[in-house]
């Protein structure tokens, strides 16, 4: 049998481990503040598709009269 290092391959195993979880970490605020301004963008949207469509039927009322 292979006289394995069990102790040096722990230490490995751990630092990666902490290197994987900082990067999700990362990975994880940059895809909120991401979320977060893909809501925001939408949510002007709506409310400008909302205000055009106000004007749309202002200006049919004005046009029929």
Request: hydrophobic content about 40%; aromatic content about 4%.
């Amino acid at each position: 049998m292979a006289n394995i290092n069990w102790k040096a391959r722990a230490l490995d195993r751990r630092i990666k481990n902490k290197k994987i979880t900082k990067r999700v970490k990362e990975l994880t605020v940059s895809r909120d503040k991401w979320k977060n301004k893909a809501l925001a963008r939408k949510k002007e949207i709506d409310s400008l598709r909302k205000q055009v469509s106000m004007i749309k039927k202002n200006i049919q009322n004005i046009i029929g009269m």
